[in-house]
């Protein structure tokens, strides 16, 4: 790769290859993701990376190296590619820093996708228990330092939408609202949705999948403020309680909407009453099937924190909601992943302590990016957190 590393010669064949390694690692690691919104935006990851193979001393290309050499580590237990894929993550950081220093150079494609190339192999890794967390931290600024419109065209729409679910976990796990529920960001969010409706193959069952990410955006921001709000002294509870639980109710109900619509989008896509010319062929449709399981697992899952939420607002309701959070437990994702896994949304069967425990309900988040629980480059971990919407991320449960 370079003379600082003196590489064997099966590393050089990787570098001279990098883009077909790249893509065999895309493919891998988010397979159902990427092939199922690999046409919805001018630029893919694939080919910005394949665009500049001949750009091999920046920041971005070291974090590109990293990646895909920690995946052929994994892919032939090559441990010493990952010691290799170590310094370059570290020379990466250290490239990606003096782009920061200068703002203009800070809200380039470069920095942002050398950012989110380094917080995926982060996650993969987990050098400690809060690191990809700070990695989030820096994708968020930037994000915000580049504005929503930066993310409407070219690769800067590839960017943002792969990195949009993990922003929810993040803020899940931080007890924040997530800056995406902001309006210039949701009408971002609307604009892309209004751009994929103008496809060819456009079909309500991409409409849906991005109505429902709009709503699941404006969970962490629930959470926050229902917890906020019970720690009020009553008497200020009192006006504040029934417009949040409306709130919170007027989401939960579009959610179900949107659950009940993606059923039968996906019924009529198997049925080929609207098969999209990207979903032709039993490969593609093996793609399709399972990011249908993942989206029906992240929206279950925000459906059974809101239903915590109402429970938290207005314990009368508990009886009725724990029944339905039973229910969607048990409820097939449609259908199951093609690489089946225990998924976090599996555990949302029981969740509640008993109604007789004292004491108000707190609502428990856990998060599923540590680790303990991290998975590698050849498996679709990573493909699971962003096609979930960001939900099996985190584990949440209610107890009192």
């Not at 001279?16 to 690999?38: G, S």
């Not at 009940?260 to 609207?274: K, P």
Request: proline residues 7%; hydrophobic residues 40%.
């Amino acid at each position: 790769m370079d003379e600082s590393v003196s590489p064997s010669l099966t590393v050089t064949a990787v570098s001279a290859q990098q883009t077909q390694v790249f893509t065999n690692y895309v493919l891998t690691a988010f397979p159902c993701f990427f092939k199922c919104t690999e046409t919805r935006v001018p630029v893919n990851w694939v080919e910005y990376v394949d665009r500049r193979r001949g750009a091999m001393n920046s920041c971005f290309d070291w974090a590109i190296r990293a990646c895909t050499l920690s995946y052929t580590a994994s892919l032939y237990d090559l441990p010493e590619f990952n010691d290799i894929a170590r310094s370059f993550y570290t020379r990466s950081l250290g490239g990606l820093a003096g782009l920061l220093a200068d703002e203009s150079t800070a809200k380039s494609d470069e920095a942002l996708s050398t950012a989110i190339v380094l917080a995926v192999f982060e996650k993969h890794h987990c050098t400690g228990p809060e690191a990809w967390i700070h990695h989030a931290h820096g994708i968020r600024a930037l994000l915000k330092l580049r504005g929503p419109r930066a993310h409407l065209y070219g690769f800067g729409r590839a960017m943002y939408i792969v990195y949009r679910p993990i922003l929810v976990s993040a803020a899940l796990i931080e007890g924040e609202a997530c800056f995406l529920e902001e309006p210039e960001w949701q009408s971002l969010n609307e604009q892309i949705s209004d751009d994929n409706a103008k496809l060819p193959d456009s079909s309500l069952y991409t409409d849906v999948v991005d109505r429902g990410l709009r709503e699941i955006i404006k969970i962490p921001g629930y959470v926050k403020r229902v917890r906020e709000l019970l720690s009020l002294p009553l008497t200020k509870r009192a006006k504040l309680e029934p417009p949040l639980l409306q709130s919170v109710q007027a989401t939960r109900a579009a959610l179900r909407g949107i659950h009940t619509e993606f059923g039968v989008s996906i019924s009529m896509l198997r049925a080929g009453h609207s098969q999209p010319r990207g979903f032709i062929g039993p490969l593609p449709q093996f793609f399709f099937e399972g990011y249908s399981a993942h989206v029906t697992r992240g929206v279950h899952a925000g459906l059974t924190i809101l239903n915590y939420l109402v429970i938290m607002l207005d314990p009368s309701q508990r009886e009725t909601l724990q029944k339905e959070a039973r229910l969607l437990s048990n409820t097939p994702s449609n259908p199951p992943s093609p690489e089946s896994v225990v998924s976090p949304a599996s555990e949302y069967s029981s969740p509640t302590t008993p109604s007789s425990s004292p004491g108000p309900p707190q609502l428990v988040v856990e998060s599923l990016i540590t680790p303990d629980h991290k998975q590698g480059p050849t498996t679709d971990w990573m493909d699971q957190l962003t096609s979930s919407m960001g939900m099996d991320g985190v584990r949440v449960r209610i107890v009192d």
